[in-house]
């Protein structure tokens, strides 16, 4: 079970360093270098950071990323629903048809409340409280 996946880890690292250069442009090759992430996985982390209004892009020589937010207004649970959907701890192993024992199994009233739990500190967590340690 993964809270984090790879392409949410790699979205909040590339968030955190362009928040770093304080409102400029941040180059493609940058971003690799330092953060050491794949070109083809943090080009699509990328984009999806675009579509979500996370950053901008900015296209030719020069161009790159920039936040499109504050960094105290990117809340970490909004750039993991963008890659991974919203945050599941379990899921019933019939995925076709629900579980029988769904009404009644005590694990899942209990994963649920943790569920519920982990949604609200992530939600609480932003890039600009990330920045400050």
């Given at each position: 079970?993964?809270?984090?996946?790879r392409?949410?880890d790699?979205?909040?690292r590339?968030?955190?360093?362009?928040?770093?250069k304080?409102?400029?442009v941040?180059?493609?090759?940058?971003?690799?270098?330092?953060?050491?992430?794949p070109?083809?996985f943090?080009r699509?982390?990328?984009?999806?950071?675009?579509k979500?209004?996370?950053?901008?892009s900015y296209?030719?020589?020069?161009g790159?990323?920039?936040?499109?937010?504050?960094?105290?207004?990117?809340?970490i649970?909004?750039?993991?629903?963008?890659?991974?959907?919203?945050?599941r701890?379990?899921?019933?192993f019939?995925?076709?048809?629900?579980?029988?024992?769904?009404?009644?199994?005590c694990l899942k009233?209990?994963?649920d409340?943790?569920?519920k739990y982990?949604?609200s500190e992530?939600?609480?967590?932003?890039?600009?409280e990330?920045?400050k340690?």
């Amino acid at each position: 079970m993964k809270l984090i996946t790879r392409n949410t880890d790699y979205a909040i690292r590339a968030l955190c360093f362009i928040a770093r250069k304080e409102g400029k442009v941040v180059a493609v090759p940058e971003l690799v270098k330092a953060l050491a992430i794949p070109r083809p996985f943090l080009r699509k982390v990328l984009q999806g950071l675009t579509k979500k209004g996370f950053v901008r892009s900015y296209k030719g020589i020069g161009g790159g990323f920039m936040l499109a937010k504050a960094p105290g207004r990117i809340y970490i649970i909004d750039v993991a629903g963008t890659f991974q959907g919203p945050l599941r701890l379990n899921e019933c192993f019939l995925k076709k048809e629900p579980c029988p024992n769904r009404k009644v199994c005590c694990l899942k009233k209990r994963i649920d409340r943790l569920e519920k739990y982990l949604s609200s500190e992530l939600g609480s967590i932003t890039i600009g409280e990330l920045l400050k340690g």
